[in-house]
């Protein structure tokens, strides 16, 4: 069992602002383990509510059960107007399981201590890798539980507390809607872009700037994940430069503190990649999804719209033929309902998403910030140390 | 046994002994009776006829005693007996001089063994049967040998295969932990001779090394690239590995000093030599991560411009005034760090990457002086050994009674006299010049490397300084973000 204790937790906690702090229901991760691809996370449980049976439980959960509870939701038509918290991506240890492949078959060209320390690398990344998805599915469940609907959801509650293997719920879900949203989404944005003429300057100011802003965050992401590659590279580096001088450096004092700074440098190095990568990547890659959370919000709008309109050209042709007026009138008037109940909770949540966006996206350039200030001091302390020492023989 | 009479041509009787066949390698010769050693290059031996009288052959009953070696310079090697006449038939043996004034005198490429004869201490040997089976009991064997790297030394006829001897040992006994030695195929029969005619090691069993085999090793001398001579080699290779672990097994083997100096005791120059190879491995490793280093930076040049670009980009598109400022200042700030990584780069590359190349050219050109002093001492020996056969062609002369003809062989010996005396005075010289060149280069690339070094970290002690302004200018607009 691995579990993550909470200081680090805390760190890791950064992408997503203010959760988790109204005591009548509080969520957490406390446990995940990994067996080769599957992981099995233990969702803990505290709250005051009457509505579930204990004050205090946990149960295990796998990454499935998450996505189905999300597109449950989803699928759940009084959440129209509301922006669903993105789905948690799916465990990937393609990265450190392929470099521990390959380490594993370079093994014999290389030193035995080098071999150590590309292991601890990998292990130290696969770790990481693993608090990360910990982190994200903890977010997930931490959303919807400070989110005044999505918190009283049924299916939340039963994804909670339900004991059981989930699989079996599962499986009657996706039999009942099938690849239908998926279908649906793929079209999304051409009916955004395309489709019916706003009649709301703020819903029409907010389409063009979400579009706009996904794409643009989607492809920062993209590049920023490539930057921290290029800095993870450059540390692995550093790993067997300092392997290859402890061979040359038996007795050659010189040496050894070349040696010394170049494996501290490599630590600064790791751990510089490892925090852009938090700060930084992550903090995109999580306003990517829930930007397009936000879009998603606003094509179920357009869609409601358009029901909305075709209700008024129904209604019309009604009234010309004289037929079943009452009930184009009552379905016209359903569709103008639910349309603006969309837009006013549409509005509401978008505003309000404005805001955690902001504060986020503050408080991880702050600690970015910081960390690199951090990591740099460190680095000129030890090169300011080791030139004088070099100097001074 | 034939009197040493009959082998004690007046000029060299070591020669005589050892070198009937001279630089002929057939092992026929070894036919004639009281021929006992074939040896293609017996430097030392015929070095010392050329240098100072030999004692072994003046005094053959000495050769028996352990106490033979006189505390003066010549060392015998014990091998060189009549006694030994039947069994090593087939052996190439090489004496060495061990003088600490004339090291460089030593063989380049081969091992130099001096024997020392002090009598093994009485005390190896159990007194009772009880304390034999107490030393069997302890048996701690904490030695390893391993026998590896064999390497073709040297062109045509001369050449000969030297394999790499490791040992890794926790006895205090030794002078490390872990050591090796480059050793040829005679070392191994001659510690064998000189073990099996120790009076202190009467009664033991000494492991035998792999039988020669001429066929064999001439293949591998012309060339060593057909499979056959490979799996010889490899053949030989095992077998003076098991025999090797067969003597450091045996614990009174284990504790006599020939052992103990064949595993251990360096040349100088063979020490250096290896070290210097090393070195230069190492140095292509390091070459290589390094170039691997350089590589990658510019790739972080190239992905965090591109970043930037992408980040500024989303500071046009974000709506909040203050974050799209920050956004703004953000990018700005990763184009500060590509320009940071691209200098990093270049010191990777012109300060480190390039010193690592001149030096592993450099070293090359070291090996090339040791390759240098090889083929003066090569040189030297070739000339001995034409000496030599000058010599035999004028003793046949004399006995065929051919006056008329020894006029011009006796010229010819003088001239090859001079030339040897010449060519061992180049030896010598060269010896000490790379010497002391060696100790120069070493000196001048310590200060070089700290000298780069300092300045490599320098470049990105600069580097981090800077990057520190940056941040610390981009974080107030970070804490602006509302």
């Keep these: ?393 | 046994m034939a009197a040493s009479s009959d082998r004690n041509p007046p000029p060299f009787p070591t020669a005589e002994e050892s070198e009937p066949g001279l630089c002929d390698m057939a092992d026929a010769d070894s036919d004639e009776g009281e021929d006992i050693f074939v040896s293609n290059s017996n430097p030392v031996s015929v070095s010392r006829g050329v240098s100072q009288p030999d004692r072994v052959s003046e005094e053959p009953s000495d050769l028996f005693s352990e106490e033979a070696a006189s505390s003066t310079a010549a060392k015998a090697n014990g091998v060189h007996s009549d006694d030994d006449n039947d069994l090593f038939a087939d052996t190439n043996v090489e004496l060495s001089t061990d003088k600490s004034s004339s090291s460089a005198r030593k063989e380049p490429s081969g091992p130099r063994h001096a024997s020392t004869f002090t009598p093994s201490p009485a005390a190896m040997q159990p007194t009772s049967l009880e304390q034999l089976e107490e030393e069997e009991a302890k048996d701690s064997f904490d030695v390893d040998v391993a026998v590896t790297n064999p390497e073709k030394i040297g062109d045509g006829m001369n050449a000969y295969v030297a394999y790499k001897v490791s040992t890794r040992t926790s006895l205090p006994m030794f002078r490390s932990k872990v050591f090796s030695v480059r050793r040829r195929f005679s070392d191994f029969l001659g510690l064998y001779e000189k073990l099996s005619v120790k009076q202190s090691l009467h009664g033991c069993i000494i492991p035998l090394p792999p039988e020669k085999s001429v066929v064999g090793m001439t293949k591998v001398k012309v060339g060593m690239d057909d499979p056959s001579s490979v799996e010889f080699v490899e053949r030989r290779r095992a077998a003076l590995e098991r025999y090797l672990q067969r003597v450091v097994s045996h614990p009174s083997l284990l504790q006599d000093p020939d052992v103990r100096e064949f595993l251990e005791r360096e040349d100088w120059f063979e020490d250096k030599f290896q070290e210097v190879e090393n070195e230069e491995q190492q140095l292509r490793k390091l070459h290589v991560v390094v170039d691997s280093l350089v590589i990658h930076r510019k790739e972080l040049c190239g992905n965090t411009a591109v970043f930037a670009k992408s980040l500024a980009m989303l500071g046009n598109s974000e709506d909040n005034t203050a974050l799209s400022r920050a956004l703004s200042q953000l990018a700005e700030v990763e184009d500060k760090m590509e320009q940071l990584h691209q200098e990093q780069a270049a010191s990777d590359f012109f300060i480190f990457a390039e010193l690592l190349g001149d030096y592993i050219r450099l070293l090359g050109a070291v090996r090339g002086c040791f390759d240098q002093r090889m083929r003066a001492w090569q040189r030297w020996q070739e000339a001995q050994s034409t000496l030599q056969k000058k010599r035999e062609a004028e003793a046949k002369l004399l006995w065929a009674n051919k006056p008329d003809k020894l006029q011009q062989a006796k010229e010819e010996i003088t001239e090859w006299e001079a030339r040897v005396t010449q060519y061992e005075r180049d030896f010598d010289r060269i010896g000490m010049t790379v010497r002391k060149e060696v100790l120069r280069f070493e000196k001048e690339k310590a200060k070089d490397f700290k000298s780069q070094i300092i300045k490599y970290l320098e470049a990105m002690l600069q580097s981090q300084q800077r990057l520190i302004k940056f941040w610390e200018a981009f974080l107030p607009e970070a804490k602006a973000i509302a």
């Design chain 1, 1 to 393: 069992m691995t579990s993550i204790d909470e200081n680090s937790k805390e760190k890791l906690r950064s992408v997503s602002v203010d959760l988790n702090h109204d005591a009548s229901l509080l969520i957490d991760i406390p446990d995940a383990l990994c067996e080769r691809d599957k992981v099995k996370f233990t969702v803990h449980t505290k709250t005051t509510l009457s509505s579930f049976q204990k004050p205090d439980f946990s149960v295990p959960r796998q990454h499935e059960d998450f996505i189905w509870l999300h597109d449950t939701l989803v699928e759940t038509e009084d959440y129209a107007g509301l922006i669903i918290p993105p789905a948690p991506p799916k465990p990937d240890f393609d990265s450190p399981r392929d470099k521990m492949h390959k380490l594993g078959e370079g093994e014999a060209t290389m030193t035995k201590e080098e071999y150590t320390k590309m292991k601890q690398e990998l292990e130290a990344e696969y770790l990481a890798v693993f608090k990360k998805t910990v982190q994200v599915h903890e977010i997930f469940l931490q959303r919807l539980s400070s989110h005044p609907v999505l918190s009283k959801d049924r299916n939340f509650q039963i994804f909670l507390e339900y004991d059981q293997d989930l699989s079996v719920r599962r499986k009657n879900a996706k039999e009942m809607f099938g690849g239908f949203f998926k279908n649906m989404v793929k079209s999304a944005d051409e009916v955004l872009i395309s489709g019916v003429k706003e009649v709301d300057d703020f819903f029409e100011q907010e389409k063009t700037f979400l579009l706009d802003y996904y794409s643009k965050i989607k492809d920062s992401t993209a590049k920023a994940e490539k930057m921290t590659r290029a800095h993870k590279n450059i540390a692995d580096d550093y790993i067997h430069i300092s392997a290859t001088l402890n061979s040359l450096a038996a007795d050659d004092m010189t040496a050894n503190k070349n040696l010394n700074i170049i494996l501290s440098l490599q630590k600064v190095e790791g751990r510089v990649a490892s925090d852009q990568d938090l700060k930084l990547t992550e903090l995109l890659r999580y306003y990517m999804r829930d930007i397009q959370a936000a879009k998603d919000l606003l094509y179920r709008r357009a869609r409601a719209l358009a029901d909305y309109e075709n209700s008024n050209k129904a209604l019309d042709k009604a009234r010309l033929k004289s037929k079943d007026i009452p009930q184009a009138e009552e379905h016209q008037r359903q569709c103008l309902q639910k349309f603006d109940k969309l837009s006013e909770s549409g509005k509401k949540e978008l505003t309000s998403f404005k805001g955690r966006r902001v504060v986020a996206f503050r408080k991880n350039f702050i600690e970015m910030a910081e960390l690199e200030i951090k990591h740099a001091k460190n680095s000129v302390a030890l090169l300011q140390g080791c030139i004088e020492l070099l100097k001074s023989n």
